[in-house]
Structure formats: structure tokens, C-alpha cells
T-cell receptor
Framework: DGGITQSPKYLFRKEGQNVTLSCEQNLNHDAMYWYRQDPGQGLRLIYYSQIVNDFQKGDIAEGYSVSREKKESFPLTVTSAQKNPTAFYLC????????????FGPGTRLLVL | AQSVTQLGSHVSVSEGALVLLRCNYSSSVPPYLFWYVQYPNQGLQLLLKYTSAATLVKGINGFEAEFKKSETSFHLTKPSAHMSDAAEYFCAVRTDAGNMLTFGGGTRLMVKP
């Protein structure tokens, strides 16, 4: 079955630690996205990538980094510079033809110890 | 710039009653509009989308939405609520930067027996 997988489901971060969230898709989509979800604030775009080896900052990129070395994968690193990382993180993907639906993964909940 | 306003962060209905979730948007380009549903601790699932074809859009699980340009609205309705409809619902609009979406703050639907 085609879809988007995110791992881990829960992730705990210690003070000063970088952590990486995984996102993999087998939908053959060119575009991938990372969103942060906080209660009552909807989804906010962190980074997006329209093609391999290229990515752009979204609305709240500070304290985060990404890479796009393969079409299928778009990992997100939450760095120690992100002072309030506790949130639900959602990865999505879409084609780039015309305007297409974004499909979402199941999410990763990041908690700070 | 695009924006989405969802009126009512929480809506409570009785089982069998009409569901009405409100969404108003602003967009500098012809809007493409989406409704997504999120069950607890899960990703977002597409309910329906408007892409300039018919103004009344039918989606999954008996939901539909009507695009009203004069009112800049895209309200979501369902004639008869089921307990399984309890979830958070997000309205989103395409940005003028292409495939990016701007999300509303979400509406949590509660269904009383």
C-alpha cells in the first residue's frame, strides 16, 4: 500500500539535544512538507521541498533543519536552538502537477524531558 | 496573502443533528479550498476539496461543503451526526505560492449521545 510513514510515534528530547524525525513516502511524490501542530493553532509550515536536493523555509523554520537527498525521504532535525519543541509534527507529500492534495503521515509527538 | 478563519474552536451537537462547521477565507488568487479531518493522535485525512468546478462539493463520510464566493465561505455540513464524527476539522486554502496550504485553527466537533 502506498502512503507516508513517520517514526518514531513518540520522541523525547533532553535539554541541548538535537533529535531527528523520520518521514518516508512511497507515493512517488516530488513535494514534501513538514508542519508543526500546537493546540488551537492549526498547522504551521516549517520547511518544504519541491524536488530532491532543494528545500525552502516555511513560516517557522528557526531551530529546525531538513535534508532531501532522496525523493522518498525528508527528515526533520529539531535542534537545540528550538527552545519550545514540544508539539505534534506532521509530514505531508504531494505531486507538483497543477494543484494536488497533500497527503499526511500519522505524526510524531515530541516531548521534552 | 491568504488566510482562513474557522469560527468556533469547539462545536457540540447531538447524535442525529445537523453538523455545520464554518470556514471563511481570504485569497488574492482564485481559491482552492480543502477540508481535512484529524482523529486523536493521527494525521490529517482529506474530506473534500473545491478546485473551481461545482460549487457544492461532496466528500467522504456524508460530508459536503458549498463554496460561496460572495460570502468568501466554504462551510462544511453533514445532515446527521454520528458518534464517529467526533474529531478535529481543519479548513485550508491554497496559497499564491503554488502548492502550499494555509490552515485555519481547527474546530473540534463533539457528538453527544
Amino acid at each position: 500500500d502506498g502512503g507516508i510513514t513517520q517514526s518514531p510515534k513518540y520522541l523525547f528530547r533532553k535539554e541541548g539535544q538535537n533529535v531527528t524525525l523520520s518521514c518516508e513516502q512511497n507515493l512517488n511524490h516530488d513535494a514534501m512538507y513538514w508542519y508543526r501542530q500546537d493546540p488551537g493553532q492549526g498547522l504551521r509550515l516549517i520547511y518544504y521541498s519541491q524536488i530532491v536536493n532543494d528545500f525552502q523555509k516555511g513560516d517557522i523554520a528557526e531551530g529546525y533543519s531538513v535534508s532531501r537527498e532522496k525523493k522518498e525521504s525528508f527528515p526533520l532535525t529539531v535542534t537545540s536552538a528550538q527552545k519550545n519543541p514540544t508539539a505534534f509534527y506532521l509530514c505531508a507529500s504531494s505531486t507538483r502537477q497543477g494543484f494536488e492534495t497533500q497527503y499526511f503521515g500519522p505524526g510524531t509527538r515530541l516531548l521534552v524531558l | 496573502a491568504q488566510s482562513v478563519t474557522q469560527l468556533g474552536s469547539h462545536v457540540s451537537v447531538s447524535e442525529g443533528a445537523l453538523v455545520l462547521l464554518r470556514c471563511n477565507y481570504s485569497s488574492s488568487v482564485p481559491p482552492y479550498l480543502f477540508w481535512y479531518v484529524q482523529y486523536p493522535n493521527q494525521g490529517l485525512q482529506l474530506l473534500l476539496k473545491y478546485t473551481s468546478a461545482a460549487t457544492l462539493v461532496k466528500g467522504i463520510n456524508g460530508f459536503e461543503a458549498e463554496f460561496k464566493k460572495s460570502e468568501t465561505s466554504f462551510h462544511l455540513t453533514k445532515p446527521s451526526a454520528h458518534m464517529s464524527d467526533a474529531a478535529e476539522y481543519f479548513c485550508a486554502v491554497r496559497t499564491d505560492a503554488g502548492n502550499m496550504l494555509t490552515f485555519g485553527g481547527g474546530t473540534r466537533l463533539m457528538v453527544k449521545p
